[in-house]
C-alpha cells in the first residue's frame, strides 16, 4: 500500500513557476509508475504527466508539453512536477497517483493510489 502527500501548491501569476512535491510512503515506491492529474471546477479529472518507476519513460498532456516537467526520487521517496509558463488555464487540484505497474500511464483508472490534492490558481 502507497500513501501520497502532495505539497507546493499556490496562487500565482501566469507566467510563474510552480513546483509541486508528493511525497510517499512505503518500501515498495521505487517499484511504482506515478503520475500527476488535476481537476478544475466542473470538469472530469484529467492526465497532467506520468512517469516510469525507474524515471526512463515519461508522458504529458499536449497541454503542458515543454512547460512542465515531472520527476522523481526514490531515494527520498518522492515524486515533483516542475511548472513553467502557468497559464490561467492551469488552475485546479493537482493530484498525484501511483499504480502498481511500473510503466507510466495516462489512464485515470490504472491508478490505484491517490493523494489528497493540492489547489494550484494562476491568475492572468
Known amino acids: 500500500q502507497v500513501q501520497l502527500v502532495e505539497s507546493g501548491g499556490g496562487l500565482v501569476q501566469a507566467g510563474a513557476s510552480l513546483r509541486l512535491s508528493c511525497a510517499a510512503s512505503?518500501?515498495?515506491?521505487?517499484?511504482?509508475?506515478m503520475g500527476w492529474f488535476r481537476q478544475a471546477p466542473g470538469k472530469e479529472r484529467e492526465f497532467v504527466a506520468a512517469?516510469?518507476?525507474?524515471?526512463?519513460?515519461?508522458r504529458y498532456a499536449d497541454s503542458v508539453k515543454g512547460r512542465f516537467a515531472i520527476s522523481r526520487d526514490n531515494a527520498k521517496n518522492t515524486v515533483y512536477l516542475q511548472m513553467n509558463s502557468l497559464k490561467p488555464e492551469d488552475t485546479a487540484v493537482y493530484y498525484c497517483?501511483?499504480?502498481?505497474?511500473?510503466?507510466?500511464?495516462?489512464?485515470?483508472?490504472?491508478?490505484?493510489?491517490w493523494g489528497q490534492g493540492t489547489q494550484v490558481t494562476v491568475s492572468s
Open positions: 497517483a501511483a499504480r502498481s505497474y511500473g510503466s507510466s500511464g495516462s489512464e485515470v483508472r490504472s491508478y490505484a493510489y
Open positions: 512517469l516510469s518507476w525507474s524515471g526512463g519513460s515519461t
Open positions: 512505503g518500501r515498495t515506491f521505487s517499484s511504482y509508475g
